[in-house]
């Protein structure tokens, strides 16, 4: 199992550009998440989807983030125009239904951006 | 509002000491916590708790929860330099209906230094 794969691992880009970042989850999982993860907030829920579907997107900070997930293998979070103040750690991590509760939820290694 | 709140934010100790972190929550709905390690990368999985008073065990590490008072404990007997890491609690809850197995809520973390 190839576990959860997350790219780009690094992205700088400058202000006002569009970045876009991609998750594949374990194959079978139901269910996908993008947490953002920065010194002062920690980890934070930005969105889930559960057989690709968007469930709660409410921790998404703006209109300017948009996810998307076409199919079951694929998610994409997307930040058109970028700012500085999204420089964080992406976390993508994905369950099959209630094992997240109960064994935990596997992250990606994350995608670091920059944006200067 | 959700809330996890860990203590201490950061910890020095040197190796052989044990410690103790601390993880209160007030989520609506909640199903169980989480706690993870983290070290460069990704969280990894530690333990899963739903019920109180309870202890989980995984050599040198335990857990327990208390859910009348709202809050666990992570014990790390004998520590070793191996076991500096951030230390993240999560929790778990699930929509009034228990259809979706949901979010998790972070903590802010615990900053583990452990010394030689």
């Known amino acids: 199992d190839a576990g959860v794969i997350q790219s780009p691992r690094h992205e700088v880009t400058e202000m006002g550009q569009e970045v876009t970042l991609r998750c594949k989850p374990i194959?079978?999982?139901?269910?996908l998440f993008w947490y953002r993860q920065t010194m002062m907030r920690g980890l934070e829920l930005l969105i889930y989807?559960?057989?690709?579907?968007?469930?709660?997107d409410s921790g998404m900070p703006e209109d300017r983030f948009s996810a998307k997930m076409p199919n079951a293998s694929f998610s994409t979070l997307k930040i058109q125009p970028s700012e500085p103040r999204d420089s964080a750690v992406y976390f993508c991590a994905s369950s099959l239904g209630d094992r997240g509760i109960n064994y935990g939820y596997t992250f990606g290694s994350g995608t670091r951006l920059t944006v200067v | 509002e959700d809330k996890v709140v860990q203590s201490p934010l950061s910890l020095v100790v040197h190796e052989g000491d044990t410690v103790t972190l601390n993880c209160s929550y007030e989520?609506?709905?909640?199903?169980?916590l989480l706690w993870y390690k983290q070290e460069k990368k990704a969280p990894t999985f530690l333990f899963m708790l739903t019920s109180s008073g309870i202890e989980k065990k995984s050599g040198r590490l335990s857990s327990i929860l208390d859910n009348k008072e709202l809050f666990s404990i992570l014990n790390i007997t004998a520590t070793q330099t191996g076991d500096s890491a951030v230390y993240l609690c999560?929790?778990?809850?699930?929509?009034?209906?228990?259809?979706?197995?949901?979010?998790?809520?972070f903590g802010q973390g615990t900053i583990l230094t452990v010394h030689p």
């Open positions: 989807f559960n057989n690709n579907v968007p469930i709660d």
């Open positions: 999560a929790a778990v809850y699930v929509n009034a209906g228990g259809t979706s197995y949901g979010k998790l809520t």
């Open positions: 194959s079978g999982h139901d269910y």
């Open positions: 989520v609506t709905n909640f199903r169980s």
